[in-house]
């Protein structure tokens, strides 16, 4: 199963989405107890605003696996899409298209389409699988 973590109010202060966060994010670890944590790195020229919230919110998973001592592996996007597609200025499309098709072919076991639909969902599993791929597993 894959998935996102959605805040509840748009209108919310920053202070209270950060710090909501924070604590969906310790909950996840606690539960699923990864040993590693890839991220995607922070990237944008068009939409600054976006950049720095994003900037917020990837500093909270770093202090959070700083605090339960966890490796963290970083990817940027065209690392991604080249390792899954070929082409480093692929699509987001066509990284769907890889990920569908990896799920039709049974390499993705316990995914429904609907959950490929998600395209945020769809980023992080990408940047999962090459994480996974480049360690062997």
């Known amino acids: ?27 996840f670890l606690k539960e699923y107890r990864p040993e590693l944590i ?15 919230k994003l900037a917020q919110a990837q500093a909270l998973v770093f202090l959070l696996a700083g605090l ?12 991604v899409k080249g390792f899954l597609t070929g082409n ?3 699509e987001k499309e ?3 298209r890889v990920l569908f098709l990896m799920m039709e072919n ?7 389409k609907e959950e490929l639909l998600n395209s945020h969902a769809n980023d992080a599993l990408a940047i999962a699988l090459v994480c996974l791929m480049q360690r062997g597993e």
Do not use: C, M
């Not at 109010?9 to 950060?18: A, C, F, G």
């Not at 995607?40 to 939409?47: A, G, H, I, K």
């Not at 049974?106 to 429904?112: A, D, M, P, W």
């Open 1 to 27: 199963s894959i998935g996102s973590i959605r805040q509840s109010d748009p209108k919310e202060p920053l202070s209270l989405k950060l710090s909501g966060l924070f604590l969906k994010l310790e909950r």
């Open 38 to 52: 890839a991220v995607e790195e922070v990237f944008s020229q068009t939409y600054p605003s976006a950049t720095t």
């Open 68 to 79: 339960h001592k966890l490796r963290i592996k970083s990817f940027n996007p065209s690392q």
């Open 88 to 90: 480093g200025r692929a």
């Open 94 to 96: 066509d990284l769907s």
């Open 106 to 112: 049974g390499v993705l076991r316990g995914i429904s």
